[in-house]
């Protein structure tokens, strides 16, 4: 059996706060393979978006095991930390974070760049063609609309190949439509690469299009629910 992209054991993780301690994750454990799609699901404050933050390395665990894409996180530098996520791991925000003041195709061309890739422009210029946006390469954020910026945000998280794509709440500022369509756009793009997705949602509708369900509750997993067959 090949090495799982996301191994994660008896993660804690505890923020201070002016009250003392605050345990934001407490004990997760989670495993899952190339190619799978996971729905992540819970309440508010359950502790979602905690945990797609150590996966993407931009949050250190407390305490446990985190291996993302065959690297140990744990006690990785700043610096060894950007280059694995680089060149791992493709992020999805709610809110787009596009540059505003670069246009689509340098926002997609940004993190080939910062991995010293030559041929980032027209990279990015295939992935913005994957997209639907090749004619909007010279355009900024600011002139286009969401559904464009989020599918940029795409192009720009797929635009390294990544083994494993991060998406939190993806369509939470999109209208039904748009979103609808964003969300057949990723895990379109998903399938063709094969990669992994995590996907930190509210919606049951878009959680059934996954693989597999994890639910949250008070910073733990209470269920690990495959999709059932149609």
């Known amino acids: 059996m090949s090495e799982p992209i996301i191994d ?4 804690q993780l505890s923020l201070t ?5 605050v345990d934001i994750l407490r004990g997760v454990s989670l495993r899952a393979g190339q190619g799978e799609t996971l729905a992540i699901a819970g309440p508010s404050g359950s502790g979602k978006t905690s945990l797609l933050m150590i996966l993407a390395g931009l949050e250190q665990a407390t305490s446990g095991s985190v291996k993302v894409a065959g690297h140990a996180l744990t006690g ?9 996520r680089g060149a791992n791991i493709g992020i999805v925000f709610q809110s787009f974070h596009l ?6 195709l ?10 010293g890739r030559a041929d980032a422009a027209s990279v990015a210029l295939e992935r913005l063609t994957e997209v639907g946006l090749a ?5 900024f954020p600011s002139q286009l609309s969401g559904g464009e910026q989020q599918r940029v945000a795409i192009a720009r998280a797929l635009a390294p190949q990544p083994k494993l794509i991060l998406a939190d ?35 049951e509708h878009l959680a059934r299009k996954c693989s597999r369900t994890i639910r949250m509750a008070d910073g733990r997993v209470i269920s690990d629910e495959a999709a059932r067959a149609a």
């Open 8 to 11: 994660l054991r008896d993660v």
């Open 17 to 21: 706060s002016r009250a003392g301690p």
């Open 76 to 84: 990785l530098s700043e610096d060894a930390l950007s280059l694995m």
């Open 99 to 104: 540059v505003p003041t670069m246009t689509a």
């Open 106 to 115: 340098e926002n997609v061309a940004l993190p080939l760049e910062f991995a």
């Open 135 to 139: 004619g909007r390469a010279s355009h």
């Open 169 to 203: 709440e993806p369509t939470g500022n999109l209208d039904t439509k748009t979103g609808s369509i964003i969300i057949d756009l990723l895990f379109a793009m998903q399938r063709q690469r094969q990669a992994t997705l995590v996907l930190v949602t509210h919606d």
